[in-house]
């Protein structure tokens, strides 16, 4: 069974952009599916951040996201392991048109795309680190949709 948490999480991304962010994901209570040795499950993802960018190497820009979606983990040995890969998108809101070097976003809605890899340690497994790829655009709603590509490091606390 998956756990609630906590978790600060931040990265690096294309055109010298910065995320950081802080959320909370609630784990599916009744869901769940077997795939190959392992366990499947899901839970939602709710978070808040602040994406930095240099457009055309101007001073740093700073631009608020709100954001929430789902996520699915496999986990091996029946849903054991300490390890686990995930991927998950969501929905999220942006204070400002958020714009990176000559790019800008067309809408402040876009959506955030995930892949990761992570694992669990400590007494009751209540830690986590997982490393995860990130893509953002507005799924071609409306152009320019020049997207956003990052790099993250998320830790997770068990509450």
Do not use: C
Not at 22 to 41: D, F, N, Q
């Amino acid at each position: 069974q998956e756990a609630r948490t906590i978790y600060a999480q931040g990265g690096w991304g294309e055109n010298a952009a910065r995320s950081a962010v802080l959320g909370m994901t609630l784990p599916w209570e009744s869901w769940s599916w077997s795939l190959g040795s392992g366990m499947v499950r899901g839970q939602w993802d709710g978070y808040v951040g602040n994406w930095s960018s240099r457009p055309d190497h101007a001073a740093r820009r700073n631009t608020w996201v709100l954001g929430f979606g789902p996520s699915l983990r496999w986990r091996g040995s029946e849903g054991r392991s300490p390890w686990f890969g995930e991927l998950g998108t969501s929905l999220h809101l942006s204070s400002r048109h958020y714009q990176s070097s000559g790019d800008r976003f067309s809408t402040r809605y876009n959506f955030a795309s995930h892949i990761g890899l992570g694992r669990n340690f400590g007494a009751q497994r209540q830690h986590e680190l997982s490393l995860r790829l990130q893509h953002t655009s507005n799924a071609s709603i409306k152009r320019p949709n020049p997207g956003e590509n990052f790099v993250l490091l998320r830790y997770a606390h068990a509450f």
